[in-house]
C-alpha cells in the first residue's frame, strides 16, 4: 500500500555551503534535511514530510496536492516583455512555425 508520503516530490542535491547532502521535497519548499549520504538526506526529508503530514491532520490543515497527481492541460501564460514578443514573433515567421511551437521549442 502507498503511503501518503510516497507521493510527493523529492530531490537531493549537494549543499557547497553546508558540506552536505540535502533532501528537499518541492511541495514542501520550507523543509529540507541535512546529512551525510545522499540516501540519509532522501531518508530524512520523507520522515520529515511524513511528520508534517500527521502534524497537518491532526491540526485539520488541508496538505498540498502531489504535483504527481495534479493534471495540466499543456497551457499556460507567460509575460514578457513587447519588445521580447516582437523578437520572437520575427523569429517564427521567418522560421514558418507558429509562436506558440517556436517558444515551446525553446523550452525543452
Known amino acids: ?7 510527493y516530490t523529492y530531490r537531493v542535491t549537494w549543499s557547497g555551503e553546508d558540506r552536505e547532502h540535502v533532501g528537499l521535497c518541492a511541495e514542501f519548499p520550507g523543509l529540507s534535511w541535512l546529512d551525510t549520504s545522499p ?14 503530514l500527521r502534524d497537518m491532520r491532526r ?6 496536492e502531489p ?3 495534479k493534471n495540466y ?8 516583455p513587447p519588445e521580447t ?24
Open 1 to 7: 500500500m502507498t503511503k501518503t508520503y510516497d507521493r
Open 39 to 52: 540516501e540519509k538526506a532522501l531518508e530524512g526529508i520523507r520522515r520529515l514530510v511524513k511528520d508534517c
Open 59 to 64: 491540526n485539520k490543515e488541508d496538505a498540498p
Open 67 to 69: 504535483i504527481a497527481l
Open 73 to 80: 492541460s499543456g497551457k499556460f501564460m507567460v509575460r514578457v
Open 85 to 108: 514578443h516582437r523578437m520572437l514573433s520575427i523569429q517564427a515567421a521567418e522560421s514558418g512555425v507558429s509562436l506558440n511551437r517556436l517558444v515551446a521549442g525553446k523550452l525543452r
